[in-house]
Protein backbone atom coordinates (compact mmCIF):
# COMPACT_ATOMS: atom_id res chain seq x y z
CA UNK A 1 0.00 0.00 0.00
CA UNK A 2 1.52 3.21 -0.86
CA UNK A 3 0.29 6.90 -0.66
CA UNK A 4 1.03 10.33 -2.40
CA UNK A 5 0.33 13.70 -1.51
CA UNK A 6 0.47 15.67 -4.83
CA UNK A 7 0.13 19.68 -5.81
CA UNK A 8 -0.97 20.48 -8.89
CA UNK A 9 -0.42 24.15 -10.16
CA UNK A 10 -1.46 25.64 -13.15
CA UNK A 11 -5.40 26.62 -14.35
CA UNK A 12 -6.72 23.54 -11.84
CA UNK A 13 -9.40 25.83 -10.17
CA UNK A 14 -13.51 26.05 -11.55
CA UNK A 15 -12.71 23.91 -14.68
CA UNK A 16 -13.72 20.61 -13.04
CA UNK A 17 -10.36 19.04 -11.67
CA UNK A 18 -11.69 18.02 -8.32
CA UNK A 19 -14.91 16.24 -10.30
CA UNK A 20 -11.95 15.10 -12.36
CA UNK A 21 -10.02 13.55 -10.24
CA UNK A 22 -13.06 11.74 -8.07
CA UNK A 23 -14.09 10.52 -11.56
CA UNK A 24 -11.16 8.92 -12.44
CA UNK A 25 -11.17 7.34 -8.57
CA UNK A 26 -14.19 5.59 -9.24
CA UNK A 27 -12.66 3.40 -12.05
CA UNK A 28 -9.35 2.17 -10.25
CA UNK A 29 -9.13 0.36 -6.76
CA UNK A 30 -7.62 3.75 -4.29
CA UNK A 31 -8.76 5.76 -2.20
CA UNK A 32 -7.72 9.68 -0.79
CA UNK A 33 -9.09 13.00 -1.33
CA UNK A 34 -8.57 15.91 -3.67
CA UNK A 35 -9.31 19.52 -2.38
CA UNK A 36 -8.72 23.33 -3.74
CA UNK A 37 -6.10 25.50 -1.94
CA UNK A 38 -6.30 29.31 -1.08
CA UNK A 39 -2.99 29.90 -3.19
CA UNK A 40 -5.25 28.67 -6.08
CA UNK A 41 -3.83 25.31 -6.29
CA UNK A 42 -5.18 21.77 -6.27
CA UNK A 43 -3.59 19.13 -3.55
CA UNK A 44 -4.52 15.34 -3.68
CA UNK A 45 -3.90 12.31 -1.75
CA UNK A 46 -4.10 8.80 -3.14
CA UNK A 47 -3.53 5.60 -1.74
CA UNK A 48 -3.74 2.05 -3.17
CA UNK A 49 -1.31 -0.18 -4.59
CA UNK A 50 1.65 1.00 -6.54
CA UNK A 51 0.07 -0.23 -9.70
CA UNK A 52 -3.44 1.14 -8.66
CA UNK A 53 -1.65 4.89 -7.93
CA UNK A 54 -0.03 4.93 -10.82
CA UNK A 55 -2.65 4.00 -13.40
CA UNK A 56 -4.97 6.58 -11.48
CA UNK A 57 -2.14 9.27 -12.06
CA UNK A 58 -1.77 8.18 -15.35
CA UNK A 59 -5.49 8.58 -16.34
CA UNK A 60 -5.62 11.71 -14.17
CA UNK A 61 -2.95 13.53 -16.10
CA UNK A 62 -4.28 12.23 -19.54
CA UNK A 63 -7.65 13.93 -18.60
CA UNK A 64 -6.56 17.00 -16.89
CA UNK A 65 -3.82 17.41 -19.76
CA UNK A 66 -3.29 21.24 -20.76
CA UNK A 67 -4.73 22.64 -17.06
CA UNK A 68 -1.55 21.52 -15.12
CA UNK A 69 1.71 23.24 -15.33
CA UNK A 70 3.92 22.21 -12.39
CA UNK A 71 3.04 19.15 -10.41
CA UNK A 72 4.71 18.42 -6.84
CA UNK A 73 4.69 14.80 -4.85
CA UNK A 74 5.41 13.42 -2.31
CA UNK A 75 5.13 10.05 -0.86
CA UNK A 76 3.20 9.81 2.58
CA UNK A 77 2.22 7.23 5.24
CA UNK A 78 -0.93 5.58 4.43
CA UNK A 79 -3.35 6.01 5.99
CA UNK A 80 -5.42 2.69 7.91
CA UNK A 81 -8.96 1.95 6.95
CA UNK A 82 -9.68 4.94 4.09
CA UNK A 83 -12.85 4.37 2.48
CA UNK A 84 -13.33 5.84 -0.67
CA UNK A 85 -12.40 9.03 -2.74
CA UNK A 86 -14.16 12.82 -1.82
CA UNK A 87 -13.62 15.91 -2.52
CA UNK A 88 -13.35 17.86 0.05
CA UNK A 89 -13.50 21.79 1.02
CA UNK A 90 -11.18 24.33 1.70
CA UNK A 91 -9.17 24.16 5.20
Known sequence: MVRQRLIFQGRVQRVGFR???RFVAEHHYVTGWVRNEPDGT??????GSEPAVA?????????????VEREMHA???PVPDER???IERQL
Open 42 to 47: VMLEIQ
Open 75 to 77: DIA
Open 19 to 21: ARA
Open 84 to 86: GFT
Open 55 to 67: DYLAELRRRTSGL
